[in-house]
């Protein structure tokens, strides 16, 4: 089955510096990839999506993620964080034996500092 | 807002107790997909519907099942709960079904708590 790996379950950066948040793939197959945000209380927002048509993803709220067949990655970057960033954010993997269910990855915790 | 919505927001019941978790999926969507969040296992897939008809199965339990409607809204229910079901439960619906890639919508979850 498709799988994805966060590295880092917490994340800490200061307000206006660079955010990469990591996660790697384990597919048999290419893989759709998909970045969700989650805020405390509320549900999943879709950040980003990738289904092949171009290695790198803009998404909403300045984001961004590259995919990279080779390092089997598909890191989440913004150029300069913001407060409102503060947040959950989840790698997730399209399993095609599950009619295209979603398997995430534990999820890495954005902390954003003054 | 996502457009799709769960019922009860929040919901405390003892232990051996049966609930159910209520959700209306956004609209001309046609899947419905069931979650469970929890601390320890982080979000789990429990099961797929598609225009009525279940498609897949994850790591549901026996003591919990699902159905969808024919109006697409869809029900997971839960019976004898233990106080280890206590969870955030999410219910995403998209538009395709096995054969399209489209991305899950998710609702603001369904807190239950066992005691």
């Known amino acids: 089955a498709q799988s994805v790996t966060q590295l880092g379950s917490h994340v800490s950066v200061s307000e206006g510096a660079l955010v990469l948040l990591r996660c790697n793939y384990s597919?048999?197959?290419?893989?759709?990839l998909f970045w969700y945000v989650q805020y405390p209380n509320q549900g999943l927002q879709l950040l980003l999506k990738?289904?092949?048509?171009?290695?790198l993803v803009k998404g909403i709220n300045g984001f961004e993620a590259e995919f990279k067949k080779s390092e089997t990655s598909f890191h989440l970057t913004k150029p300069s964080a913001h407060m409102s960033d503060a947040a959950e954010y989840f790698c997730?993997?399209?399993?095609?034996?599950?009619?295209?269910?979603?398997?995430f990855g534990k999820g890495t915790s954005l902390l954003v500092t003054p | 807002d996502s457009g799709v919505t769960q019922t009860p927001k929040h919901l405390i019941t003892a232990t051996g107790q049966r609930v159910t978790l209520r959700c209306s999926p956004r609209?001309?969507?046609?899947?419905v997909y069931w979650y469970q969040q929890s601390l320890d296992q982080g979000l789990q897939f429990l099961i797929h519907?598609?225009?009525?008809?279940?498609?897949a199965k994850g790591n549901i339990l026996e003591r919990f099942s699902a159905q969808q409607f024919p109006d697409l809204h869809s029900e997971l229910n839960l019976s004898s709960l233990e106080l280890g079901d206590s969870a955030l439960y999410f219910c995403?619906?998209?538009?395709?079904?096995?054969?399209?890639?489209?991305?899950?919508?998710f609702g603001n979850g369904t807190r239950l708590t066992v005691t």
């Open positions: 609209s001309g969507d046609l899947s």
């Open positions: 990738y289904t092949s048509a171009a290695t």
């Open positions: 597919s048999s197959v290419p893989p759709y």
């Open positions: 995403a619906s998209s538009v395709g079904g096995a054969r399209n890639n489209s991305p899950l919508h």
């Open positions: 519907y598609y225009n009525g008809e279940e498609r």
């Open positions: 997730a993997v399209s399993d095609q034996n599950s009619g295209y269910a979603l398997n």
